[in-house]
């Protein structure tokens, strides 16, 4: 019994030990922030990440090193994800919470496929379920993992001002799941008025929905009238990507994103 409780005794050492150094390897790479080489690749890679603002820079940097800690990239059909890839989508993630405090608190991993992809999606009518093949950019998961295609997620950072970002997209279902259902009503910032957010999304879903309907052009991607949880994430792409169209067309959902995320990216000084 002793040398037993002395086994246990020394792992509980042996792994506290560990995870001590781990975390302080950990603190040590966020104080440090990005290397020049990685912050030339994030430049180069998400050319928007460039006009956030410079008092925002290294709190973003310092979530990138969180991120890459935190996130295993797995490359499927092949692919070798590189270091470039990496630091892409991690980047394009970490925009969104640049300056909200908010966290990917479960994601483990982002599966990244060279191309758009096929995926096996379930319809529910009642007692019958119908499953079906579909081609996607990108997907999802409650609670992680995040599902990519890379070809688009380099388009989605190369083009910034087109309002398509597949990481954006699937990025903000991450945010709105944590709130315990990705229903396009994520927890909101601290003194943020959810009724306020119901009103004013559920008013600009159903014009969005109506227009989508009646075949006539539309300030945010037709996707959105897939659902309330998709209206979200593409009003997510437009904020960040056209976001000086969102506030001259739609100031309360801008100034509802706005408060949000904490950022204002129509006062940027947008990348060309």
Known sequence: MTTFLLFVLILVAAFASWSFARQKARQLRR???????????VADQVPLSRALPAPLRAGFEAQITDFLDQVDFIGCDGLEVTEEMRLSIAAQACLLVANSGTWYDTLRSVLVYPGAFRSRMKDHNGYVVTERMT?????????????????????????????????????????????????????LAPGQDPAEWRHVFEEAYAQHLYRVENHRKTLFDPYGAEGPQEFFAVAVEAFFETPERIRDHAPEVYAQLSRFFALDPAEWAQPR
Not at 34 to 39: F, V
Not at 171 to 180: E, I, T
């Open 31 to 41: 104080e440090a922030g990005l290397s020049d080489a990685e912050r030339a690749i």
């Open 135 to 187: 081609v996607r950019t990108g997907e999802s998961w409650s609670r992680g993992p995040v599902v990519l295609s890379w070809a688009d997620t380099q388009a989605g950072a190369d083009r910034p001002h087109d309002g398509h970002n597949v990481v954006f997209h699937e990025f903000a279902h991450q945010l709105d799941d944590l709130s315990g259902a990705t229903d396009g009503m994520p927890d």
